[in-house]
């Protein structure tokens, strides 16, 4: 089984660019998760998606982020425009529905805004 | 507010056990997981505790007591590829997480 998969690996923009970053959970996984993790700090939460609704969005920064899960498969988060203090790794978790709460992770996108 | 707390670093000796605290105060919370991370890869899971009390699961054990909001992670026998951040995440409905303690065995 392949597990969630997360592309680029890494990323280095200009302040002020736009940038997309994609996350392919497992297979059959309802839930999706995306997490931060900022220079020197903790993982964040972000949002989660339940199937392609938003079930949570409290942990999105600001407007400057958005993310789609468009059929409920794979999801991406784009950052428009990007600013020095959103570098750091963004994760992507995924995990079944119902009484399963073991989050699978993705190897992370690192995201480097000069 | 959310505030959950484990040491920022640890260091034991192969063959030796450690015990990696940490402390949570959350509004509401279901259970508390642990999670491994080594360097520039992905969390990986290790543990998830609902109810209070110890498990057990080969090497590694984890303990929550809910009424002290705390929790500890136990290594036994310890190894070198045992050298990893671990994070404390306390979940409700999603996962906060702690700032994870790197902990470094030396041979």
């Known amino acids: 089984e392949a597990g969630v998969t997360q592309f680029p690996s890494h990323s280095v923009i200009e302040k002020g660019q736009t940038v997309t970053l994609r996350c392919d959970p497992i297979?059959?996984?309802?839930?999706l998760y995306w997490y931060r993790r900022v220079m020197g700090k903790e993982i964040k939460f972000l949002l989660h998606?339940?199937?392609?609704?938003?079930?949570?969005e409290s942990g999105m920064p600001n407007n400057r982020f958005l993310a789609e899960r468009t059929g409920g498969t794979y999801s991406t988060l784009k950052v428009q425009p990007a600013e020095l203090e959103d570098s750091g790794v963004y994760f992507c978790?995924?995990?079944?529905?119902?009484?399963?709460?073991?989050?699978?992770f993705g190897p992370g996108t690192r995201l480097t805004v000069t | 507010g959310q505030n959950i707390d484990q040491p920022t670093e640890m260091t034991a000796t192969e063959g030796a056990i450690v015990q990696i605290n940490c402390t949570y105060q959350?509004?509401?919370?279901?259970?508390l997981f642990w999670y491994q991370q080594h360097a520039g890869e992905a969390p990986t899971f290790l543990s998830y505790?609902?109810?209070?009390g110890l498990e057990e699961k080969g090497r590694f054990s984890s303990f929550l007591s809910r009424s002290k909001g705390y929790s500890y992670l136990l290594l036994k026998e310890l190894q070198m590829k045992d050298s990893a951040s671990y994070l404390c995440?306390?979940?409700?409905?999603?996962?906060?997480f702690g700032a994870g303690t790197r902990l470094t065995v030396k041979p």
């Open positions: 995440a306390a979940y409700n409905n999603d996962m906060r």
């Open positions: 998606f339940v199937k392609e609704s938003k079930q949570d």
């Open positions: 505790n609902v109810l209070d």
């Open positions: 297979s059959g996984h309802d839930n």
């Open positions: 978790a995924s995990r079944p529905g119902g009484d399963t709460y073991e989050q699978y």
């Open positions: 959350t509004s509401g919370f279901n259970g």
